[in-house]
DNA sequence: TATTGTTATACTCTATAACTATA
DNA sequence: TATAGTTATAGAGTATAACAATA
């Protein structure tokens, strides 16, 4: 009974802890640990619709409109009419924002090592692997609940 | 390069998940994610002082504070002066929030079966010890950054 | 002097629901 | 009818700084 429940106290102690140091190692250059995701995901893959952007951040469309208009203003991010479909809109990097994002990839970089120092040669997939098994198990069931019985297409990474 | 950038991102996925699914678990009881853990916490260390049971969250004494006055007036906490230290004020819970608290278990337990099925076994424990190194490299870099050389008792369980 | 907690304050993230304009 | 995005709105968590009372 004590690993099992263990689970989930252990994942938001590690979450938390990389939260407070992202946001302690971007604010230097005013950046929260959340917009780097965001512009970390656009860096990865550019032009995306505002649901598909949220969709990769597993966050909200509103949530994630809110954070764009934030970076827009920053001259950051810069949003375009999607080229086939009219309702939608297209979100890139700026020039500006793609030199922003080197630099927090930089800052970034004495996190990621602290991570992957405290593991063994081997582990870093194997933890990789075990969280993506956690959160599809977590995902599938939220669907399941929330709707009837259906057809969903569901990949992780394209 | 691959899963040393990736374990940042599995971890921010896995955790979100974990959050999203738990405030649906809890809503119809009307109680966050954040705030079950505040109440887990107290469940299994009553009487601790604000200060403590934020560290015990990996939270902020102020943050605390905020959610603890949300709970009193739902008549879930009390706070009562501290026996010896009267500056400091201890915090337990009601005989109405030990009852809470027993129903949100008993709501949460799908999802902690959803984690725990999800793995071989034997990775459970595994899963957890490499999430605890993660957090304690991480809470430690934060320490040896932000204050000058010095003696620091650093435990992380009683 | 250092520490516990309170207060004031502000900002970010989150999320729902109603709305528009397209598909 | 379904979808992409916007708007309004609300609340929850986070955190800093100044302050009182006490150690």
Not at 31 to 41: C, E, G, K, W
Request: glycine share 6%; hydrophobic share 45%; aromatic share 4%.
């Amino acid at each position: 009974m004590g690993s099992k429940s263990d689970i989930p106290i252990a994942l938001r102690a590690a979450y938390l802890a990389l939260h407070r140091c992202s946001d302690a190692a971007f604010a230097a250059q005013g950046i929260t640990a959340d917009q780097f995701v965001l512009l970390a995901t656009l860096a990865r893959g550019d032009a995306l619709t505002q649901r598909e952007l949220a969709r990769r951040m597993s966050s909200d469309p509103s949530t994630v409109r809110a954070m764009l208009v934030l970076l827009e203003r920053l001259g950051l991010v810069k949003r375009e009419g999607h080229p086939t479909d009219a309702r939608a809109r297209t979100v890139a990097l700026t020039a500006a924002g793609k030199r922003k994002f080197r630099k927090l990839w930089a800052a970034g970089e004495p996190i990621r090592s602290q991570m992957f120092d405290a593991l063994n040669p081997g582990e870093a997939p194997l933890l990789v692997q075990l969280l993506n098994r956690i959160a599809t198990a977590l995902n599938e069931a939220s669907i399941s609940v929330g709707q009837p019985p259906s057809f969903n297409s569901h990949e992780v990474e394209p």
